[in-house]
């Protein structure tokens, strides 16, 4: 023990004690936190999703409460399983999600880029004379016409059918 020199009382030395209640208290709200994201995913999802079966079965549990407070003390249930889980099985559960995310994320990159080629080819002829420079072996009349038709029905607030169909081609075509 050191003497706090201005008021001569006794001052302990920090003494590596572990986590603070607060860091312990986070921790706890990341692992809750963690099975809520899980109980989210879809059953064949939550397959492949490397843990113990009766925390499995529990989060499998989640979508079939309904009552707003029901859920709230399930989900401090989950949290309070994923407490005894280790360092090393949390790492594997949210690498593992990770994966599962990350394939979604990529389709959805790719969907975006899709919709956004599309409004530009639609509203630029010149992106559509790249296009035939760039796939040549494409239905280049079928794409004009789609096209064109799609225009019609942006002026005339009709419904969508071209404009949807040119998105179908597009990712067909994988560009």
């Known amino acids: ?15 590596d004690e572990g986590p603070s209640k607060s860091e312990l208290k986070r921790l706890m709200t990341e692992r809750q936190k963690l099975a809520e994201v899980l109980a989210a995913l ?27 407070e029901a859920i709230r003390r399930h989900k401090q249930y989950l949290g309070k399983l994923m407490r005894f889980l280790d360092n090393e099985e949390l790492d594997t559960i949210q690498k593992r999600l990770d994966a599962i ?15 956004s080629f599309r409004d530009r080819l639609i ?22 016409t789609l096209i064109r ?7 005339t607030n009709k419904p969508p059918k071209a404009y949807r169909e040119i998105f179908r081609v597009l990712k067909d075509m994988d560009i």
């Open 123 to 144: 509203a630029n002829d010149e992106i559509f004379t790249k296009m035939i420079e760039q796939y040549p072996d494409m239905d280049i009349q079928n794409m004009r």
């Open 42 to 68: 879809s059953s064949d999802a939550l397959k492949t999703i490397p843990m113990d079966e009766a925390i499995k079965a529990a989060i499998a549990e989640t979508n079939k409460i309904k009552s707003f």
């Open 149 to 155: 038709n799609a225009r019609k029905e942006k002026e």
């Open 1 to 15: 023990m050191h003497v706090n020199e201005k008021n001569r009382t006794p001052k302990k030395v920090d003494l």
């Open 101 to 115: 995310q990350g394939v979604s994320k990529a389709e959805t990159a790719k969907l975006h880029h899709l919709e």
